[in-house]
């Protein structure tokens, strides 16, 4: 049974940072891209970042760019999002994904394993 669960969200006021993880288990994603998506109340999920299979590459939204950084460590089967400078507008459930291949997308639907989720809230 393949499980992803995230930790280490929390509140956190403007301008502080967060750091969320993703662990798998189940079966290893070490050549699979993995993304973190995030949906704020009353909005659609969004893709904020995603890494390939090795890690040699990392992708982030617009809106992350410069203050988030994905990471992942093979040994461990686990993907971070290191969250920096942190706005309200960042507030929302983040969710981690992996995907069957190696190459990052943008879509909710190229993944085939999600995690449950883990909230972060930003205050002014």
């Known amino acids: 049974q393949v499980q992803l669960v995230e930790s280490g969200g929390g509140s956190v006021q403007a301008g502080g940072s967060l750091r969320l993880s993703c662990a798998a288990s189940?079966?290893?994603?070490?050549?699979?891209?993995m993304g973190w998506f995030r949906q704020a109340p009353g909005k659609e999920r969004e893709f904020v970042g995603g890494?390939?299979?090795?890690?040699?590459?990392?992708y982030y939204a617009d809106s992350v760019k410069g203050r988030f950084t994905i990471s992942r460590d093979t040994a461990k089967n686990t993907m971070y999002l290191q969250m920096n400078s942190l706005k309200p507008e960042d507030t929302a459930v983040y969710s981690c994904?992996?995907?069957?291949?190696?190459?990052?997308?943008?879509?909710?639907?190229?993944?085939?394993?999600w995690g449950q989720g883990t909230q972060v809230t930003v205050s002014s």
């Open positions: 189940g079966r290893t994603f070490s050549k699979n891209a």
């Open positions: 890494i390939t299979g090795s890690g040699d590459g990392t």
């Open positions: 994904a992996a995907r069957l291949v190696y190459g990052v997308v943008f879509v909710e639907n190229g993944y085939a394993y």
